[in-house]
């Protein structure tokens, strides 16, 4: 199994799937954080648990349909409630719409802007296929998306792409909600369901991730 983590955090994501979809010492496993703060807060947690896969990639790269470089809507925490939370960086993204609150809690963002390295999800599937030696008849990648919006291109390049016969299962966190109250809103929900049912035509186990 092939274990493709796109929006690591702390590894949360990863802890979990591990015993959902039973990753072992025979899983290869390719994490992928924009966040430069949490990825530098997350390598303690890597040493910890890299022994329990047969190997563990860990990148700091943002995941889009290009590779270069992105202007990046880090968060150094939210207010929320009228209380600041330092430690929650959760939202942070690379919309060029840089939403300012979560539509879903009221979270207020502290944001910080700042040029990251990002990489196209085609390099990443070909790297992964490659080193593998992946056979399309035998689909093994299972991904877990959670990447605060920039699935909406992610996806579409993924699923247009000959790499898409390699993926057996997703799961999707969606975040159409940073685009609500803009002109993209009603494009977007459009490109989701599109997105679905993309995936179901390509015979691609489909889960929403919350």
Known sequence: MIFLDLGTNMFQGLEEFTDKIKLNNNSV?????????VYENSLKKYNE????????????????????????NMHNGVWLDGNYISDYTGGSNCLEINPQRDNNNG?????CQKNVDCIDIIDILKEIVNDNNLNSDNKSICIKCDIEGSEFKVLPK????????????????WHERFFENTDEYNNICNLKKSIINKLYENNIFYFEHH
């Open 49 to 72: 648990i890299k022994n329990n896969y047969k190997k563990i990639h860990h990148f700091n790269k943002a995941v889009l349909d290009y590779t270069g470089k992105i202007l990046f």
């Open 158 to 173: 993924l699923l247009n792409s000959e790499y898409v016969k390699y993926i057996k299962e997703i799961y999707i966190e």
């Open 107 to 111: 979270a207020i963002f502290d944001i």
């Open 29 to 37: 496993v390719y994490c992928f954080e924009a966040n430069t703060n």
